[in-house]
């Protein structure tokens, strides 16, 4: 058997029936184009972080009991001189139309605001019916101190305020852009004339913006990698036909890609809008192996169908094992329980199964069809063009290195994977959630400034969900929040609380009772006091504000809140106290998924190397594999580390799918070198032949990876950017090591450096 465990026939087959083979592909494309216009996006954020552990399931719960909290749209609205007559009228009234809006369930402003409540349980309103000039600076004053308000809803310096708008949950992205079209009209129409400026944030908005992003992101992926393709395919081969059969592969690829997700039923989300792209890429590097040989065979002077017989037969083997060893990297990613990570490496997996399929039926039909009838002076040349010449003298120099001083070469490997090693064992975890939004949408933006004037965008919530027998709305029980809302309150980064005990305190401010007020919460239905209590599931919450922050940092607040909570737990061990929300989650989910990531990597990197070495019937070449592709995630790793860029998921998501295609360099090497020497070479003659022959394609290949994935770098979302920029740190160093390290390690092992004298010219 082959080392394509034989699958590499399918391409021979092809080859055989290439009429029937293309009228196939047409039949199975024509279905899967029509599902491909059903693929979906997802755009709630709260997705990456889904799965089946604990703290999901504690993150549920309190969205369940305390529904506003995850449905909230924002309305940021700034002025110089927020507080005039008339800005405070419109403000008003836009508070009233909005309430009216469709899908609002309620609208929460500083206009909620109210004066402590008399005994009765009335409380007037903090800005009277009728607003005159006489009462703006007793209404600001009381505003501005007011405990509900201050910071949360208004800034200090009185120009910031915003309006907090719950809204029904609308799965459908259709009906959400609707309703959302008609809050801005609203919003525009009633602050129309003012001074006021008014910015939308909340996850309803960053919905709409995630698709927008994704569909855009999906535009460009593809749009760019065609273009790459047919740039890369002219400028090394000088021919419409060649250019043909390399591109048209990668267009049927990527339609099967979104036919069979849209048959799946699957959506593209902040993870999988990249598979496009690397399928694109594998299509095109295997592509171009097999052409550059068919070239090579014509310009030998064989016919095409020889010349393409023979492509398959050598280079398939090859392209196969490149396929698996890229799939098991991305299927290893499935052992991961987060739904949006494995989610992902399912999707890229069954777009590598896409690839080989695509390349090994489309491009030997459809090369024998095209180059049969194209005149052979035209189809090929006896001189390479100038830029394959290039990178041939360019990898024969580099071969020449390696050869010659092969343990100066393979010494500075080692050092430099223990340099680098040494500083990946440092690199520590760093995430926002947020890196997974749009960064210069409106939305975002939105976000940085109620970070940078009010409380923050982002939370921190404590459950308190009391026993069975003991009422939630008790002096008892509130005793219990106060000391919860003292620990929220005096942690780092909380800038302002709200809770049971700060709406008990505003009340017995005025003439309420302390009893009273506890009798009146079994009545208290506002917008409000559904985000702090639930006497139904006897349960209150407890949130603090914080701006935006990193996982790294804010991890060891939440690790002194646990601590704190702990004593609590020891004191009251009836009640369960829950520290959660959405940044929390994300918190310790970042880290523990990059454990799981780097573990998962680890059992890509062993699967692979098993694998090699079990096809080329050799441990040696297994061991061959380990240094060249070990070393490109060290090293790109010790990067992330000294820039300050940390370890992010994303990161090593990119380290996992980077090495399995960066390991089909040596597998080109060694399938070559294996040749080579099935033919009689000598070690040093055979490793210089290959690097000569084989070396400009690796090059081209990965220049067409690191273009293709260089098309990431033009997304909106900041994590998609993060992944091409490692992919394509990882290929370049990859394809260096595999041209240096591992010839310089088998000339070592088999042959001992190759003299100056015998180099090849």
Request: proline content about 5%.
């Amino acid at each position: 058997m082959s080392a394509g465990f034989g699958l590499e026939k399918i391409g021979l087959l092809a080859l055989r029936f290439p009429r029937a083979t293309l009228l196939l592909i047409v039949l199975i494309t024509l279905p899967l184009a029509y599902f491909s216009t059903k693929v979906g996006f997802s755009s709630d954020i709260r997705e990456i972080f889904r799965s089946g552990t604990v703290d999901y399931a504690k993150f549920q719960l309190v969205e369940e009991q305390y529904p506003d909290s995850g449905q909230d749209v924002l309305l940021l609205i700034q002025s110089d001189n927020l507080f005039t007559v008339k800005n405070l009228e419109r403000l008003r009234d836009l508070h009233l139309e909005l309430s009216f809006a469709n899908g609002v369930r309620d609208v929460v402003s500083m206009f909620s605001a109210r004066h402590p409540p008399d005994n009765a349980g009335g409380a007037e309103p903090l800005f009277p019916p009728e607003i005159t000039e006489e009462d703006l600076p007793e209404a600001k004053e009381a505003i501005l101190d007011h405990p509900l308000v201050a910071r949360k809803l208004l800034s200090p310096d009185g120009k910031t305020t915003l309006f907090v708008i719950a809204m029904q949950p609308y799965p459908d992205i259709e009906e959400l852009r609707v309703v959302a079209r008609e809050l801005r009209d609203v919003t525009e129409r009633m602050l129309e004339g003012t001074d006021m400026t008014v910015q939308y944030s909340g996850l309803s908005f960053l919905r709409l913006e995630i698709v927008s992003s994704l569909m855009a992101d999906q535009m460009t992926f593809i749009s760019v990698g065609f273009l790459i393709v047919l740039l890369i395919s002219w400028l090394f081969f000088h021919s419409i036909t060649y250019v043909c059969v390399a591109a048209l592969p990668s267009v049927v690829a990527v339609i099967w890609l979104s036919g069979v997700t849209g048959w799946r039923g699957m959506e593209v989300d902040v993870m999988s809008g990249v598979v496009p792209a690397l399928v694109i890429v594998l299509v095109v590097a295997s592509s171009l192996h097999l052409l550059f040989k068919v070239r090579r065979e014509l310009a030998g002077g064989a016919d095409v169908y020889d010349a393409v017989d023979r492509s398959v037969r050598e280079i398939g083997p090859a392209c196969v094992l490149a396929s698996l060893t890229t799939a098991i990297a991305l299927f290893s990613l499935t052992l991961v329980p987060l739904k949006i990570v494995a989610g992902f490496g399912l999707t890229a997996a069954i777009g590598t199964a896409i690839a080989y399929l695509v390349t090994i039926t489309v491009v030997p039909s459809l090369a024998f069809l095209l180059l049969s009838r194209v005149k052979r002076k035209k189809s090929l040349g006896n001189k390479a063009d100038l830029a394959f010449g290039a990178a041939s003298r360019c990898c024969h120099g580099v071969a020449h290195f390696a050869l010659v001083r092969p343990r100066l070469v393979l010494g500075c490997g080692l050092v430099l994977l223990v340099g680098a090693g040494i500083l990946y064992a440092q690199i520590s975890p760093r995430y926002q959630y947020r890196e997974y939004l749009p960064e210069r949408s409106p939305a975002h933006l939105a976000m940085n400034a109620i970070d940078d004037r009010l409380a923050g965008t982002e939370n921190i919530f404590v459950h308190i969900q009391m026993p069975p027998g003991t009422r939630i709305d008790s002096p008892e029980s509130a005793e219990l929040v106060k000391k919860v809302d003292a620990i929220v309150a005096g942690l780092p980064l909380v800038r302002s609380v709200t809770s049971l005990y700060g709406i008990e305190s505003w009340a017995v401010a005025g003439e309420m009772t302390e009893d009273r007020f506890f009798s009146l919460l079994q009545e208290a239905k506002t917008p409000l006091m559904d985000r702090i209590l639930s006497v139904d599931d006897n349960s209150t919450l407890v949130t603090g504000y914080f701006p935006g922050t990193d996982a790294a940092d804010l991890l060891p607040v939440v690790k002194e809140l646990e601590g704190k909570l702990d004593k609590l737990r020891a004191a009251y061990p009836n009640v369960v106290f829950t520290a959660t929300s959405l940044s929390v989650l994300s918190a310790k989910a970042s880290y523990e998924m990059i454990a799981q990531l780097n573990r998962s990597l680890l059992l890509a990197i062993c699967l692979n190397i098993m694998l090699v070495g079990l096809v080329f019937r050799s441990v040696r070449a297994g061991l061959y594999c380990i240094l060249p592709n070990l070393l490109p995630i060290m090293v790109v790793a010790g990067f992330l580390y000294l820039s300050g860029l940390g370890l992010q998921f994303t990161s090593v998501v990119a380290f996992t799918i980077g090495f399995g295609i960066a390991v089909d360099n040596t597998i080109h090497i060694l399938n070559y070198y294996g040749l080579m020497r099935s033919h009689g070479r000598a070690v040093g003659p055979a490793l210089e032949e290959t690097l000569t022959t084989i070396g400009p394609v690796l090059t081209v290949g990965t220049v067409v990876l690191i273009s293709g994935f260089a098309a990431t770098l033009l997304s909106q979302l900041p994590n998609l950017r993060l992944f091409g920029e490692v992919a394509i740190m990882l290929l370049a160093t990859a394809l260096l090591a595999n041209l240096l390290i591992l010839p310089a390690t088998i000339a070592i092992l088999e042959g001992g450096p190759l003299k100056k004298s015998g180099s090849r010219h």
